[in-house]
């Protein structure tokens, strides 16, 4: 598991081409300089890993794109100390910039290859989670609710009401919402039964999987 001083220069221009793009918070950009993304792809594709696209991974996943990341994590507004639901762990990538932005992360992965995969990869990298589960990313972690911040990375049709109903008042959720497309989505709760939606750009995510029994928002 190495990284290299080519490695780190792939991040700097990668950070500037973040930048660019309009990720301004610097713990977040400090976080994905930090984190070496090629450790988190099968080798053979090592070159893709400093380009700002996603890029398909074990189990018909994909490891998010660093501007979507980025972006969503921007969105959250991360403090250290901010419990933090991630729905659709993935590769872990955006679990270990989480952890390293100071959130106590506690994630939820439904492919159990990955989750497998990525459970023994995190503590290997040194971005261990608060929590991780195998499970319906659709019902959250009611045990562990309240949560400051909910960030959910893969498409939802719709937006969850256990999700909404396990944020805390005050808290910030980011969720791509719809089918084949979908629109970012910036939940706020202003009090127990006020919420406040945003939409805010155009993008595409793998698909979240459906209870069919859950009704929408």
Same mark, same amino acid.
């Given at each position: 598991m190495k990284d290299t001083f080519k490695h780190q220069g792939l991040r700097n221009r990668l950070i500037a081409v973040l930048e660019s793009k309009g990720v301004t918070d610097h713990a977040?950009?400090?976080?994905?300089?930090?984190?070496?993304?090629?450790?988190?792809?099968?080798?053979s594709f090592e070159e893709y890993a400093y380009k700002d696209v996603a890029f398909p991974i074990v189990a018909n996943q994909t490891i998010s794109q660093p501007y979507t990341v980025g972006f969503q994590s921007q969105l959250?507004?991360? #403090? %250290?100390?901010?419990?933090? +639901?991630?729905? @659709?762990?993935?590769?872990?990538?955006q679990t270990s910039v989480l952890v390293s932005l100071g959130a106590h992360v506690y994630t939820?992965?439904?492919?159990?290859?990955?989750?497998?995969?990525?459970?023994?990869l995190l503590p290997l990298m040194g971005y261990k989670p608060k929590y991780m589960s195998f499970g319906d990313g659709y019902?959250?972690?009611?045990?562990f609710a309240p949560f400051d911040k909910i960030i959910v990375t893969?498409?939802?049709?719709?937006?969850? #009401? %256990?999700?909404?109903?396990? +944020?805390?008042? @005050?808290g910030r959720m980011v969720i791509p919402v719809?089918?084949?497309?979908?629109m970012m989505t910036l939940i706020t709760?202003?009090?127990?039964?006020?919420?406040?939606?945003?939409?805010?750009?155009?993008?595409?995510?793998?698909?979240?999987?459906?209870?069919?029994?859950?009704k929408d928002w």
């Open positions: 977040v950009l400090s976080a994905i300089k930090q984190i070496p993304r090629h450790l988190y792809m099968d080798a959250l507004e991360i #403090k %250290p100390g901010d419990k933090v +639901l991630e729905i @659709g762990t993935g590769s872990g990538y939820i992965e439904r492919q159990q290859e990955l989750f497998k995969k990525t459970e023994r019902k959250g972690l009611p045990q893969c498409g939802a049709p719709f937006i969850p #009401k %256990p999700l909404l109903a396990q +944020l805390k008042v @005050g719809g089918n084949t497309e979908q709760r202003k009090s127990p039964k006020e919420f406040d939606k945003q939409v805010i750009e155009a993008c595409a995510f793998v698909p979240m999987l459906t209870d069919k029994k859950l």
